[in-house]
């Protein structure tokens, strides 16, 4: 007999039935009527084709094959029965903290260094919401957030830690400037190909930095998103002004390398939470490591 098909509130009501030799006493223990203890073994007595009990007036008394089931029954039911008991006794040894980041945080920052955080604290779990929108911190929703903010603000019955700020350098894949050539000087830059973040603001903000006219910097792809932007220059697609601590694996790893002066300061990132005394021990683990981790200067 498939499991979906066991008659269980039968079995049951056999085996208190049968281990207290009584149907009174069995439909004490069960909260329900005799009649109902009865009605299940009938059924059950029914579905086997056999004889569970013998009756006699004001007594059961098992039949041989009423026994055989008993027997496996009532241990049955004694492991389900401290399996349950264990289960409520023992404590949850992991803790899950759940937090909003913006995609290119996410996708940028916060994956590669996530190993380090599950290697000190191998007890918590991390859950990732990528996601720019604003967090109510309400339900059980986000308890933390990191959010990039142009300068330093408040948000609303929020709190606010500076995680770091962005530091922006213009960048290009060997790939690109083996087959473009390498730029001698800042000005040859707009030879190249050009990759914009969500608009042409911020390579007009570095050529004037560089003491260069804004001339020819009016084109190339625009992408809404900081990661995006950092993967086109990967792959050689064109020369990218990108945060140096979100590119900074890539840097070190050789796979794109920074071009010229000078460094811009762009926003920042922050982590926020609506109040960070009263976040849960393990939430209050994560903040901590956040601030740590992001505070080095790249």
């Not at 492991?79 to 937090?99: D, N, S």
Request: glycine share 6%.
């Amino acid at each position: 007999m498939k499991r979906g098909r066991l008659p269980l509130t039968a079995l049951r009501s056999f085996e208190a039935a049968g281990r207290l030799e009584s149907i009174t006493l069995a439909a004490e223990e069960l909260f329900v009527s005799q009649a109902a203890v009865s009605r299940q073994i009938r059924g059950l007595e029914d579905q086997l084709g056999k004889a569970l009990f013998e009756r006699h007036h004001r007594a059961i008394k098992l039949t041989p094959a009423g026994r055989d089931l008993l027997d496996v029954l009532v241990a049955c039911f004694d492991r389900m029965e401290g399996a349950v008991q264990a289960a409520a006794l023992t404590p949850m040894t992991r803790a899950l903290v759940r937090i909003s980041v913006e995609p290119s945080f996410a996708a940028g920052r916060l994956l590669p260094a996530l190993p380090q955080f599950n290697a000190q604290h191998p007890d918590i779990d991390v859950q990732v919401d990528s996601d720019p929108r604003l967090v109510s911190f309400r339900g059980n929703g986000p308890v933390l957030a990191v959010r990039y903010a142009p300068a330093a603000r408040n948000w609303p019955k929020t709190q606010a830690r500076l995680l770091y700020e962005c530091e922006m350098a213009v960048v290009a894949a060997p790939s690109l400037l083996a087959e473009q050539g390498m730029p001698r000087e800042p000005a040859e830059l707009l030879d190249l190909p050009l990759v914009h973040e969500e608009n042409r603001d911020l390579w007009k903000r570095w050529l004037a930095a560089a003491g260069l006219p804004d001339t020819g910097s009016e084109r190339g792809p625009i992408f809404d998103d900081a990661a995006l932007v950092l993967q086109s220059a990967l792959r050689g697609q064109g020369v990218a002004i990108v945060d140096l601590t979100m590119a900074r694996e890539d840097l070190l790893t050789g796979r794109i390398v920074r071009l010229f002066e000078p460094v811009l300061v762009h926003g920042a990132y922050f982590l926020v939470a609506g109040d960070f005394q009263r976040l849960a021990p393990a939430a209050r683990q994560l903040a901590d490591w956040l601030s740590t981790a992001f505070a080095a200067s790249p």
